[in-house]
């Protein structure tokens, strides 16, 4: 797999799970490093981390000063090794320095060599609990860290040195405590000095580093498969619970439309029964009576039955409007909305303002077709209130998400099938 579909794949994992990052830039690190073991050097400036790596490597390929030299990552390839001088640990933080760092630490390193000189004596809080955090991450993913002491040359009093060495063990007590000095090392190879190589303990840390760098494949294979049980548990647990919160919510649109057309068909029963008075009469139906220019002004029988039609089509939509507001639908959606405010309701979208004669009374409520129109235009009006259109767009959410988390668990897949 080429590294832009790596990375398209680990983008698809991170929209779900963003907490994610470090375990997965350490993939991305593990895969890009080959067959290659990474060994970090780590420490503060001047503490001599440049000058061990030359001797480590037998060469001068790290800048050696004595300001602060290394802001950025500086590598190179020597004896199938990648070795990388990090930034010192006062570089810069919350800066690119500090970025360059903890790339270097926490995702690239296979081992890391805590580089501490003698000279400053104890670790101050910081170095402690970084370090720390390294026994931490050994826990979970076997990566092996070695505590170096340098510049042990500098401390020419043996019991003062060893006073100082004893201190750092005893803040680190598991720890693999290792002094050396450059220096010495350097004078014994140029002077052809076995006895000061040895005193310098790099052949030591040359061994140690040896049998650490030989366990880099099974550590790496334990990292990989680590990473990729964790990934797919959380993945199918964030599968379950999305599944689980589609179907509670899909039951609850249901349930809400179920108990609406059901209340609203017995609203819609009790109003046709309180209708009934009106809506049958023996004899002439007086509503049909027309409005003449004699009778303009007069109070006619046609006149007063219609305004009981009236009144009875009012009380009525009251009942049904009471419905309505139960159940959260009070207002038209925006594209129907006009500029009378009093007409842009429900009410008057379904039934009009007024009614005034039994015919008409009788099509709305009691016909068949009639009731059908109404219990279909309320359920419109109910499935677009603000309200449930606020659940759906809940429902789409959680759609969408579960079709992220199926794209992330097939990226998983394909990474693991890569890796």
């Known amino acids: 797999m080429d590294i832009h579909t790596f990375d398209a794949a680990i983008h698809e994992i991170l929209a779900v799970l963003p907490e994610y990052n470090m375990p997965l830039a350490r993939l991305r690190a593990i895969v890009q490093a080959g067959q290659l073991p990474t060994v970090t050097v780590i420490g503060k400036y001047n503490h001599g981390k440049s000058r061990l790596l030359n001797e480590l490597i037998g060469d001068d390929i790290f800048s050696v000063a004595d300001k602060r030299e290394t802001v950025t990552l500086s590598e190179h390839l020597q004896h199938n090794i990648r070795w990388l001088d990090a930034p010192g640990l006062d570089a810069d933080v919350a800066t690119i320095d500090d970025q360059h760092a903890q790339d270097a630490m926490w995702n690239k390193a296979d081992i890391r060599l805590m580089i501490h000189s003698v000279r400053e004596g104890e670790f101050d809080p910081y170095e402690l609990r970084l370090f720390q955090q ?78 650490v760098i030989e366990k880099v494949p099974a550590v790496r294979q334990f990292e990989t498969n680590k990473i990729f049980t964790d990934l797919t548990a959380q993945l199918s647990q964030l599968q379950q619970t999305t599944q689980a919160n589609i179907q509670q919510l899909s039951a609850t649109l249901d349930h809400q439309r179920q108990a609406f057309e059901h209340d609203l068909n017995q609203v819609l029963d009790k109003v046709r029964e309180d209708l009934q008075p009106i809506l049958h009469v023996s004899g002439q139906d007086d509503s049909l009576e027309p409005d003449s220019f004699a009778n303009m002004y007069k109070v006619t029988a046609g006149k007063r039955d219609r305004n009981r039609i009236q009144v009875a089509y009012s009380r009525a939509c009251i009942e049904i409007n ?98």
């Open 134 to 211: 390294f026994e931490q991450d050994a826990v979970q993913t076997q990566r092996q860290s070695v505590l170096v002491l340098t510049q042990i040359d500098q401390i020419p009093d043996q019991t003062v040195l060893a006073h100082i060495i004893d201190s750092i063990q005893k803040q680190a007590p598991a720890a693999t405590v290792l002094p050396v000095s450059a220096t010495r090392h350097r004078q014994g190879i140029e002077n052809s000095k076995t006895l000061l190589v040895q005193r310098s303990g790099i052949p030591e840390l040359q061994q140690t580093l040896s049998r």
């Open 322 to 419: 009471s419905h309505l507001v139960r159940y959260g639908v009070v207002s038209l959606p925006d594209t129907q909305k006009s500029n009378v405010r009093s007409l842009d309701t429900v009410m008057v979208a379904v039934m009009g303002i007024s009614v005034k004669l039994r015919k008409d009374l009788k099509l709305i409520f009691e016909d068949e077709s009639g009731r059908q129109r109404l219990g279909r235009e309320f359920a419109h009006y109910f499935e677009v209130s603000a309200d449930r259109m606020h659940l759906k767009e809940q429902l789409q959410d959680l759609q969408q998400q579960l079709q992220q988390i199926q794209q992330a668990q097939h990226a998983s897949a394909t990474l693991e099938l890569a890796s």
